[in-house]
C-alpha cells in the first residue's frame, strides 16, 4: 500500500491509474488522487448511513412478521406499517425524465442486450463484436429449429432446414414485391416497401425493419451461395445492439489485483485497442474489435453501421467495500465508489476520439442493487461529484437502474425521479428479485417451492409494473425497458418460442446470454414493433401495489419427505455446481449443469434464490439442519461428478471439513439469514480470499 492523498492505496492500483488511466485525459494525477479522497471523505459516511437505514428496515420488518407468526397477512395493516416506517414513499407528481444526449441504440432502438464478465477478454471481444450475427450460423449450429447436422463437414439437409427458415422470416420482415425468397433466382430486388432498401456493400444488399438491419449476402462462388438459386451465401442480422460490461454478478473480483485485470479490459474497450490471442482447433487465433461496416447508399453516397454494441459498465452496488484502497480511518473503501471514479476515468478516453463507442457524448453505467429513492439519489450525488472531478458537463455519466430489490419496485417512479435527468435505463431482474422478496419476507413463513415463483402473484404485477411506470415516466423513445436474461444458453427452441414475450411486454431490450442468442431474440424484434407496442400499453392502469407486495409464502402446504428432499437438492446441487467454481477457480458466471445435466448460465443473483430459500426452510422447520447437511453432501458428490473432466476442478466430496468451496456453501445457507439482504458477496469474497491465500 502506498499513500495518495492520505489514502492508503494498493500499489498495483496506483500504478494502473497513474500510467494507463490518466494519460491522455489532461487530468494531473496529484488533482486525481486529491479528488478521489475528496469524494471518498465525502460519500463514504452517507453510503455506510444507507447500508443502515436497510438493516433497519428489515429489523422492523422482521419484528413486524414475528409478531404475527401464523396469522394471514392483513395486507391493508402491511402496506400501512410500510409507509409508517418509510419502506414505502409517496408517488412523484406525473413527470418525464430529461436525459439527453442518448445514443439511439439506447433510445431509438429495440434489440437484444448481451451481458459480459468483465474479467474475461476474449468474451468481452465477442460480445462487442455481436453488434453483427449471421443468422445461418445461428440456425444451423443450435437446436433452435429441429434436428442437428450429421456429421463434422456440412449437412446439406441441415442447410436446407435452415436456408427455408431464413428465407421464411425475410418474407415477414421485408418481403417481396412478388414471390417469395425462395423463389428468388438472381439479386435483382424489388420489395413490397422499397423504402426498406438501405444499400449495398461489395457482396451484400441491406434493409432496414423496425429499425433494425438485415444484410443478405450474395456470393455466388461461397459454397452455400453456389447452391442457392440466386446466389444467396448467407443472412446477417443486427444483433446485440447494447452490451453491459460487468464488474459485479458474473465476475470474482476480491483483491486489487482483480480489480487492475477488470479495469485494464474495460481501458482497452474504451481506447478501441483490446485484443486477445487463444488457441481454438490447434491454431493460434487473435481477437480484436471489430470495425464499423461499409454502405453505399441507393444515391451513390456513403455512409457507415456501427459495427460494434454501444457498451455499458455495471458498477458494483453499495454494499461491498475493497481492499484495493483503504480510508484515512483504516477502512476499505466503498467498492461502488471506486468503480464509478475509475470507469468514468476509463470512459473519457471514448470521449476523446471519434467513432468510438458513444457517439453521443455519453458514458453509461448501470447501477444494481439499490434500494428505493433515496440509495437512487445518492447515485446522482455521487455521479455528479465524479463529473466535477473529471472536468465533465452535467450527466454526462449516465445511469442504468437495476428494477431487482422489493424496495426499489415497490417505489419505482420515485427511484426513476430520483435520476431523471440521466437516467437511460430500467431492467428488470427477476433472480434478484425473488432473492431479496425471500429475505425481505424471510419471517412471514416458509417459502412456496423455488420452481412456483414464477406463476405467483407479486412477479407479475413486478414484471407489468416495470414496464407500466417506464411508460409513465417517459421512458419511451428516450431509455430503455429491458428484460432479464435467458438462462440456458443451449435452449435456443425454448428461447424463441417464449422469449417473445419479453418485446411484446413492450420492452425494448433483454438480456441473453451470448451472440447466438442475440441473434436468434433479434428476429423477435422484427416480428413485433415494439414502440407500437408501448404506445398500446401506455392507456394501461399500473397494476396494483396491493399484488406486488403479496408475499410467496406456503399457505397451508404439508410437504412430503420426498417433495422436501427433492427441493434441498435441487437448491444444494446449483449452489455447489456454482461457488465451487468461484472460490476455487475464480470464476464468476458460467454454464453450470443443473441437477438434471441442463447446463444453466449461473451467477451470484441465481446463487441467492437457492441459499435463501432453504435458509428459510430451515428457518420454519420445514427441513432440520441434519437434512440439509445431508443434501449438501450428497450434492457434493454429484458436483464432482460433473466437473470430472476439468483439469482444475478441486472434488469436495469426502473432504468436506478442509474443501473452502463445500464451507463457503454451507455458510450460505446455515448464515443466510443473517447475510445483508440475504447477498452472497460477503461470504463469497472471504472465502475466494482465503482461497487465494492458500494458493
Given at each position: 500500500?502506498i499513500?495518495?492523498?492520505g489514502?492508503?492505496?494498493?500499489?498495483p492500483l496506483?500504478d494502473?491509474i497513474?500510467?494507463?488511466?490518466l494519460?491522455g485525459?489532461?487530468?494531473a494525477?496529484d488533482?486525481?488522487?486529491?479528488?478521489i479522497?475528496d469524494?471518498f471523505?465525502?460519500?463514504a459516511p452517507?453510503?455506510a448511513?444507507?447500508l443502515?437505514t436497510?438493516d433497519?428496515?428489515?429489523?422492523?420488518?422482521?419484528?413486524w412478521?414475528?409478531?404475527?407468526a401464523?396469522?394471514?397477512?392483513?395486507?391493508?395493516?402491511?402496506q400501512?406499517f410500510?409507509?409508517?416506517?418509510?419502506?414505502?414513499?409517496?408517488?412523484?407528481?406525473p413527470?418525464?425524465i430529461g436525459s439527453?444526449n442518448?445514443?439511439?441504440?439506447?433510445?431509438?432502438?429495440?434489440?437484444?442486450?448481451?451481458?459480459?464478465?468483465?474479467l474475461?477478454?476474449?468474451?468481452?471481444?465477442n460480445a462487442?463484436n455481436a453488434?453483427?450475427g449471421?443468422?445461418y450460423?445461428?440456425l444451423?449450429g443450435?437446436?433452435?429449429?429441429?434436428?442437428a447436422a450429421?456429421?463434422?463437414?456440412?449437412?446439406?439437409?441441415?442447410?436446407?432446414q435452415?436456408?427455408a427458415?431464413?428465407?421464411?422470416f425475410?418474407d415477414?420482415a421485408i418481403?417481396?414485391?412478388e414471390g417469395r425468397?425462395?423463389?428468388?433466382?438472381?439479386?435483382e430486388?424489388?420489395?413490397r416497401?422499397p423504402s426498406?432498401?438501405?444499400?449495398?456493400?461489395?457482396?451484400?444488399?441491406?434493409?432496414?425493419?423496425?429499425?433494425?438491419h438485415?444484410?443478405?449476402?450474395f456470393?455466388?462462388g461461397?459454397?452455400?451461395?453456389?447452391?442457392d438459386p440466386?446466389?444467396?451465401?448467407?443472412?446477417i442480422l443486427?444483433s446485440?445492439?447494447?452490451?453491459i460490461?460487468?464488474l459485479?454478478?458474473s465476475i470474482a473480483?476480491?483483491?486489487a489485483?482483480?480489480?487492475?485485470?477488470?479495469?485494464?479490459?474495460?481501458?482497452g474497450?474504451?481506447?478501441?485497442?483490446?485484443s486477445?490471442?487463444?488457441?481454438?482447433?490447434?491454431?493460434?487465433?487473435t481477437?480484436a474489435?471489430?470495425?464499423?461496416r461499409?454502405?453505399?447508399?441507393?444515391d451513390?453516397?456513403?455512409f457507415?453501421?456501427p459495427?460494434?454494441s454501444?457498451?455499458?459498465?455495471?458498477?458494483?452496488?453499495?454494499?461491498?467495500?475493497?481492499p484495493?484502497?483503504?480510508?484515512?480511518n483504516?477502512g476499505d473503501a466503498p467498492?461502488g465508489?471506486l468503480?464509478a471514479?475509475v470507469?468514468?476515468?476509463i470512459a473519457m478516453?471514448?470521449?476523446?476520439r471519434?467513432g468510438?463507442n458513444?457517439?453521443?457524448?455519453s458514458i453509461?453505467?448501470?447501477?444494481?442493487?439499490?434500494?428505493?429513492p433515496?440509495?437512487?439519489?445518492?447515485?446522482d450525488?455521487?455521479?455528479?461529484?465524479?463529473?466535477?472531478?473529471?472536468g465533465?458537463?452535467?450527466?454526462t455519466?449516465?445511469?442504468g437502474?437495476?428494477?431487482e430489490e422489493r424496495?426499489?419496485?415497490?417505489?419505482l417512479?420515485?427511484?426513476i425521479?430520483?435520476?431523471r435527468?440521466?437516467i437511460v435505463?430500467i431492467?428488470?431482474?427477476?433472480?434478484?428479485r425473488?432473492g431479496d422478496?425471500?429475505?425481505?419476507?424471510?419471517?412471514?413463513g416458509?417459502?412456496?417451492?423455488?420452481?412456483?415463483?414464477?406463476?405467483?402473484a407479486?412477479i407479475?404485477a413486478?414484471?407489468?409494473r416495470n414496464?407500466?411506470i417506464?411508460?409513465?415516466?417517459?421512458l419511451?423513445?428516450h431509455?430503455?425497458?429491458?428484460?432479464?436474461?435467458?438462462?440456458?444458453?443451449?435452449?435456443?427452441?425454448d428461447m424463441l418460442?417464449?422469449?417473445?414475450g419479453?418485446?411484446n411486454?413492450?420492452a425494448?431490450?433483454?438480456?441473453?446470454?451470448?451472440p447466438?442468442?442475440?441473434?436468434l431474440h433479434?428476429?423477435h424484434?422484427?416480428?413485433i414493433?415494439?414502440?407500437?407496442?408501448?404506445?398500446e400499453?401506455?392507456a394501461e392502469?399500473?397494476?396494483?401495489?396491493?399484488?406486488?407486495?403479496?408475499?410467496?409464502?406456503?399457505?397451508?402446504?404439508?410437504?412430503?419427505?420426498?417433495?422436501?428432499a427433492?427441493e434441498l437438492?435441487n437448491?444444494?446441487?446449483?449452489?455447489?455446481?456454482?461457488?465451487?467454481r468461484w472460490?476455487?477457480q475464480?470464476?464468476?458466471?458460467?454454464?453450470?449443469p443443473d441437477?438434471?445435466?441442463v447446463?444453466?448460465?449461473e451467477?451470484?443473483a441465481?446463487?441467492?434464490?437457492?441459499s435463501?430459500?432453504?435458509a428459510?426452510?430451515l428457518?420454519h422447520?420445514?427441513?432440520t439442519p441434519?437434512e440439509?447437511d445431508?443434501?449438501l453432501?450428497r450434492?457434493a458428490?454429484?458436483?464432482?461428478t460433473q466437473?470430472?473432466?476439468d483439469?482444475?476442478y478441486?472434488p469436495?466430496s469426502g473432504?468436506?471439513?478442509?474443501?473452502l468451496?463445500?464451507?463457503?456453501a454451507?455458510a450460505?445457507?446455515?448464515?443466510g439469514?443473517?447475510?445483508?439482504?440475504?447477498y452472497t458477496?460477503?461470504?463469497?469474497?472471504?472465502?475466494?480470499a482465503?482461497?487465494?491465500?492458500?494458493g
Open positions: 500500500m499513500d495518495r492523498a489514502l492508503n492505496v494498493a500499489e496506483a494502473f497513474e500510467a494507463q488511466a494519460p485525459t489532461g487530468i494525477s488533482a486525481f488522487w486529491t479528488g479522497a469524494i471523505a465525502r460519500f452517507d453510503n448511513a444507507l443502515e436497510r433497519g428496515f428489515q429489523a422492523r420488518i422482521d419484528a412478521h414475528g409478531e404475527r401464523g396469522q394471514p397477512l392483513d395486507m391493508e395493516a402491511y400501512a410500510l409507509r409508517e416506517i418509510g419502506y414505502l414513499v409517496p408517488e412523484p407528481a413527470f418525464a439527453e442518448v445514443d439511439d441504440e439506447v433510445a431509438r432502438l429495440a434489440g437484444p442486450q448481451l451481458v459480459v464478465p468483465i474475461n477478454a476474449r468474451f468481452l471481444l462487442a453488434r453483427w449471421s443468422l450460423d445461428a444451423y443450435t437446436d433452435a429449429i429441429s434436428g450429421a456429421g463434422k463437414g456440412y449437412d446439406a439437409d441441415r442447410g436446407a435452415v436456408i427458415w431464413a428465407k421464411a425475410l415477414d418481403p417481396l414485391a425468397w425462395a423463389d428468388l433466382a438472381s439479386d430486388i424489388v420489395l416497401d426498406q432498401y438501405r444499400g449495398r456493400s461489395e457482396k451484400g444488399r441491406l434493409f432496414r425493419h423496425n429499425g433494425l438485415i444484410e443478405v449476402m456470393d455466388s461461397h459454397p452455400i451461395g453456389a447452391t440466386a446466389g444467396i451465401a448467407d443472412v443486427e446485440a445492439l447494447t452490451a460490461c460487468d459485479e454478478d473480483a476480491v483483491d489485483q482483480d480489480k487492475v485485470a477488470a479495469y485494464a479490459n474495460w481501458l474497450l474504451m481506447r478501441g485497442d483490446l486477445d490471442t487463444f488457441e481454438k482447433g490447434g491454431a493460434m487465433m481477437r474489435l471489430n470495425p464499423d461499409r454502405y453505399s447508399a441507393p451513390g453516397s456513403s457507415t453501421l459495427g460494434r454501444l457498451l455499458f459498465v455495471r458498477n458494483v452496488g453499495h454494499l461491498m467495500t475493497t484495493a484502497i483503504r480510508l484515512a483504516g467498492e465508489i468503480d471514479i470507469t468514468s476515468l478516453h471514448d470521449l476523446k471519434d468510438g458513444s457517439r453521443a457524448g453509461y453505467i448501470v447501477k444494481p442493487k439499490m434500494h428505493g433515496e440509495e437512487a439519489a445518492f447515485s450525488r455521487l455521479f455528479d461529484a465524479v463529473e466535477d472531478l473529471l465533465l458537463a452535467r450527466h455519466i449516465k445511469i437502474v437495476m428494477d424496495r426499489t419496485s415497490a417505489n417512479a420515485a427511484c425521479h430520483a435520476v435527468d440521466r435505463f431492467n428488470t431482474g427477476f433472480l434478484d425473488t422478496e425471500m429475505h425481505t419476507s424471510m419471517r412471514a416458509p417459502m412456496i417451492r423455488k420452481g412456483e415463483m414464477k406463476a405467483s407479486w407479475t413486478y414484471e407489468d414496464v407500466q417506464g411508460l409513465a415516466c417517459g419511451s423513445g431509455a430503455q425497458i429491458g428484460k432479464g436474461m435467458w438462462a440456458a444458453p443451449d435452449r435456443m427452441a418460442d417464449q422469449k417473445m419479453h418485446p411486454s413492450g425494448n431490450t433483454a438480456w441473453v446470454p451470448s447466438t442468442a442475440a441473434t433479434a428476429t424484434y422484427h416480428r414493433d415494439v414502440f407500437t407496442r408501448q404506445a400499453r401506455m392502469p399500473v397494476s396494483p401495489l396491493e399484488s406486488l407486495l403479496t408475499i410467496p409464502v406456503a399457505i397451508g402446504r404439508n410437504w412430503s419427505p420426498d417433495e422436501i427433492q437438492d437448491n444444494a446441487q446449483g449452489i455447489l455446481g456454482y461457488v465451487v472460490i476455487d475464480g470464476i464468476g458466471c458460467s454454464k453450470v441437477i438434471h445435466d447446463g444453466l448460465m451467477d451470484r441465481t446463487l441467492r434464490i437457492s435463501q430459500h432453504m428459510n426452510w428457518l422447520g420445514v427441513c441434519q440439509a445431508a443434501a453432501r450434492m458428490a454429484k458436483v464432482d466437473n470430472a473432466g483439469p482444475l478441486r469436495m473432504r468436506e471439513e478442509s474443501s468451496a463445500f464451507q463457503a454451507r450460505l445457507v446455515f448464515e439469514c443473517v447475510q445483508p439482504n440475504g458477496e460477503p461470504l463469497l469474497h472471504r472465502y475466494r482465503l482461497a487465494k491465500s492458500a
